[in-house]
């Protein structure tokens, strides 16, 4: 029977019967599986591609629930839970790419992302060009090249959410025989990435899905038997393993993920409108706001939006006002990651990594994550933290 996500979020990967008729999955931890005698080791030895307990590495029900939970809310065929959000990028790509092969990644990706495809990847043969996000087919054409096997995309991207048009570009990747990842970990369940063209979509479970800040986990999901081949042969060549404690807080975390997404995207667009109407703000990158590049394309294809967004500052402002300004904020812990219940602000400036000559801003720039906390004091704090920005 279909399920809406509310639903699919409250029943996806329970299974009462296999928890001696519990509610949750059952929290499993282990590394040897007993087999009863061998023809029972030589039935299950083969079986890699199916969610059968083998050895611990290769998973167990904990994993397996979660799996099943995330290809649901993806609506893909096949998930791998990995060990964390970073590795859901670089497990694919290392099963995916070889050397001689060729990467397109968009200048505004995940700066640990990044890093990944200009030391690893590089030392291991594989060359990375770095795109415009908001290019459109068209422009983006000329850069593929015969031996391009990856079409890296994450949309909104980090810092500086511009909104990528996945169709559109996976279109084109297609016709040049290149594979569609897309980092989807602002997007969660606002964006349906294999209805979208996508091939490889990745999620850092570490950020709403977990929801506390407790957790370190990503996912990676597919949708075909072909591309689960290559990423679950790789993922268990690369030794990758998730831990099942993390695995069971995913879990449960999903079960409020819906409501407390859609709490902080309605504070998160509070805060953002409110941002948008201070005279010491340029401009809200908030995809959900036309000032936003690729506002238009998150209209057409996202279902709704997190709590995460940056802001530029006139400028007038240096990155040491907006410094003096966090360091005033009372509600805004000063931290990376985000998608907990927590509010957390970090200024951007220093970490935006471009290719030459890209990614200029007219001011400073701060990210945002809004949590759960009450709107109008998390309002009230911006409003004397922007004093401070202004050295009032
Ligand atoms: C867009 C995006 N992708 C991936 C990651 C990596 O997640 P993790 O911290 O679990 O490695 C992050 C972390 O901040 C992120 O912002």
Redesign the pocket.
Known sequence: MVRKIETALAQAGRKPVKSYGFVNPKLVRGSTVLYPDMAAKRATGPRVLEPVEIYGLYGNETHFALEAAIAEIEGGLHTQVTG????A?TVPLLAYLKAGDHLLVPDSV?G?TRSFCDGTLRRYGVETSYYDPMLTPPALAPMFRPNTRVLFT?SPG?HTFEVQDIPALAKLAHTRGAKVFL?N??GIHHFQPFSHGVDVS?Q?L??YPGGHSDI???AVTVNSEEDWRWLRLGALELGNYASPDDCWLALRGLRTLHVRLKAQEAAGLRVAAWFAARPEVARVLHPALPSCPGHEIFRRDFTGASGLFGVVFQPRFTPEDVVRMVDALQHFGIG???GGYESLVLPTTGAIRRSEGTGVFEGPLARFQIGLENVDDLIADLDQGLAALRGA
Not at 84 to 87: I, V
């Open positions: 964390s959000g970073l590795s990028i995940y640990p994450e980090s980092d970990t602002w990745i850092a570490t950020k370190i986990l990503g990376a990651s985000w």
